[in-house]
């Protein structure tokens, strides 16, 4: 069984090439869905939340296509950074994060209106920072545009200068958790089908990071 076309109801230039890397065939139509943020809400609640509404945005316009919302928040110590709104917020997310470890979480939503059907789920990633002075800091934002990514930063973007080791889906940390959303995207279709390639390229990909993947005791199992 065939998939329906896929569209990716964001137009975060990073999912586009983690799809594109997989071998998904795809097309853009940006949410104008808001983000929603609220302080009594886990990370994982609201990353679902705002998949699902970027998704259902975009479906009710494409009850025939199979929607992919995502939204991915940072989680340090149950305070959740979205995107900065400027570079003096960028510059105090990662005072905040440096030296210590957080979960970058990003909730998906795969919608096809016109059958009813829906799959949302989370994944989580730990992140552990190097310690940062004010120097170090202020170097990378002169690197990076911050005020496009959770917690103002992006890991494939000099992300070895800020980042001591990740614990999880590297490509979750980018955006999209492509290791789960393979298996979801197959199990959608009823078999592997047009997707069967997913691991090979998916191995491929993760290979080639640069940021080393280790899964430490201390951090939980379900990482």
């Given at each position: 069984?065939?998939?329906?076309?896929?569209?990716?109801?964001?137009?975060?230039?990073?999912?586009?090439?983690?799809?594109?890397?997989?071998?998904?065939?795809?097309?853009?139509?940006?949410?104008?869905?808001?983000?929603?943020?609220?302080?009594?809400?886990?990370?994982?609640?609201i990353?679902?939340?705002?998949?699902?509404?970027?998704?259902?945005?975009?479906?009710k316009r494409?009850?025939?296509?199979?929607?992919?919302?995502?939204?991915?928040?940072?989680?340090?110590?149950?305070?959740?950074?979205?995107?900065?709104?400027?570079?003096?917020?960028?510059?105090?997310?990662?005072?905040?994060?440096?030296?210590?470890?957080?979960?970058?979480?990003?909730?998906?939503?795969?919608?096809?209106l016109?059958?009813?059907?829906?799959?949302?789920?989370?994944?989580?990633t730990?992140?552990?920072?190097?310690?940062?002075?004010?120097?170090?800091?202020?170097?990378?934002?002169?690197?990076?545009?911050?005020?496009?990514?959770?917690?103002?930063?992006?890991?494939?973007?000099?992300?070895?200068?800020?980042?001591?080791?990740?614990?999880?889906?590297?490509?979750?940390?980018?955006?999209?958790?492509?290791?789960?959303?393979?298996?979801?995207?197959?199990?959608?279709?009823?078999?592997?089908?047009?997707?069967?390639?997913?691991?090979?390229?998916?191995?491929?990909?993760?290979?080639?990071?640069?940021?080393?993947?280790?899964?430490?005791?201390?951090?939980?199992?379900?990482?």
């Amino acid at each position: 069984m065939k998939l329906p076309s896929l569209i990716l109801a964001s137009n975060s230039p990073r999912r586009s090439e983690l799809l594109r890397q997989a071998g998904v065939e795809f097309r853009v139509v940006p949410s104008d869905a808001a983000e929603l943020h609220h302080d009594q809400l886990t990370g994982r609640e609201i990353s679902q939340i705002n998949a699902y509404r970027k998704a259902r945005a975009v479906a009710k316009r494409f009850p025939d296509g199979l929607v992919l919302g995502a939204d991915t928040v940072v989680d340090v110590d149950s305070k959740i950074f979205g995107k900065p709104s400027n570079l003096e917020e960028a510059y105090e997310m990662l005072e905040k994060l440096q030296g210590r470890t957080h979960m970058v979480v990003s909730g998906i939503c795969l919608l096809h209106l016109r059958s009813h059907r829906q799959r949302i789920f989370s994944e989580s990633t730990a992140v552990v920072f190097r310690p940062l002075d004010a120097v170090k800091i202020r170097r990378y934002l002169t690197q990076v545009n911050p005020l496009d990514k959770a917690g103002a930063y992006a890991i494939q973007e000099h992300g070895d200068e800020i980042i001591e080791r990740i614990s999880g889906s590297h490509s979750n940390v980018v955006g999209l958790p492509m290791e789960r959303l393979s298996g979801e995207l197959r199990a959608w279709a009823g078999s592997a089908g047009d997707y069967g390639a997913f691991p090979t390229l998916l191995a491929e990909t993760m290979s080639a990071a640069s940021i080393r993947v280790t899964r430490p005791s201390h951090f939980p199992g379900g990482l």
